[in-house]
T-cell receptor
Framework: TQLLEQSPQFLSIQEGENLTVYCNSS?????LQWYRQEPGEGPVLLVT???GGEVKKLKRLTFQFGDARKDSSLHITAAQPGDTGLYLC??????????WGAGTKLIIKP | ETGVTQTPRHLVMGMTNKKSLKCEQH?????MYWYKQSAKKPLELMFV???????ENNSVPSRFSPECPNSSHLFLHLHTLQPEDSALYLC???????????FGPGTRLTVL
């Protein structure tokens, strides 16, 4: 069974701080997606990374796909209360299926 | 309406009730999905419909019965549920089972 482990499960920090959350697996994925889910809403796709070692930036968010395509990280610089939400990663396996992580719940305090 | 809508947003039901969840997508997509989201667990894919035909059913108990009358609408009929079925039920759509999913806001279901 393919698993995607996300860490930490929960993170609460002050506005202005930096943070990194992780998405790890022992399996190789052809691509990996990051979603953000705000309270009372469904997940919204933020980015897809495809190439090993790829780095993508979305304003203050930096996404990296591991060289071996087994792991990914999301780094947020100068976090703001609007970044609060559940961050989900989902990897695409060789059967073209989405394998989901359990998410990191992020709270940014003003 | 835009995107994917779901009704009701919240539902409380007893174990002997029958209820239905409704999903509508306004994106012109041809594939629709039901997911179950429980706290601290990965999203569980329940059903996949492509061109109104069920193409995947991930060992979901028969007390959950999906219906897809056309490419824009998806229902989940609920019957004699258990308390452990309490969760957020998310509907999603995509074009040609592409991997990018557009999700609805979900129905928060509580089974008493």
């Amino acid at each position: 069974t393919q698993l995607l482990e996300q860490s930490p499960q929960f993170l609460s920090i002050q506005e202005g701080e930096n943070l990194t959350v992780y998405c790890n697996s022992s399996s190789v994925f052809s691509s990996l997606q990051w979603y953000r889910q705000e309270p009372g809403e469904g997940p919204v796709l933020l980015v897809t990374v495809v190439t090993g070692g790829e780095v993508k930036k979305l304003k203050r968010l930096t996404f990296q796909f591991g060289d071996a395509r087994k792991d990914s990280s999301l780094h947020i610089t100068a976090a703001q209360p609007g970044d609060t939400g559940l961050y989900l990663c989902a990897g695409v396996n060789s059967n073209y299926q989405l394998i989901w992580g359990a998410g990191t719940k992020l709270i940014i305090k003003p | 309406e835009t995107g994917v809508t779901q009704t009701p947003r919240h539902l409380v039901m007893g174990m002997t009730n029958k209820k239905s969840l409704k999903c509508e997508q306004h994106l012109g997509h041809n594939a629709m999905y039901w997911y179950k989201q429980s706290a601290k667990k990965p999203l569980e894919l329940m059903f996949v419909y492509s061109l109104e035909e069920r193409v995947e059913n991930n060992s979901v108990p028969s007390r959950f019965s999906p219906e897809c009358p056309n490419s824009s609408h998806l229902f989940l009929h609920l019957h004699t549920l258990q308390p452990e079925d309490s969760a957020l039920y998310l509907c999603a759509s995509s074009q040609d089972q592409a991997l990018k999913r557009d999700f609805g806001p979900g129905t928060r279901l509580t089974v008493l």
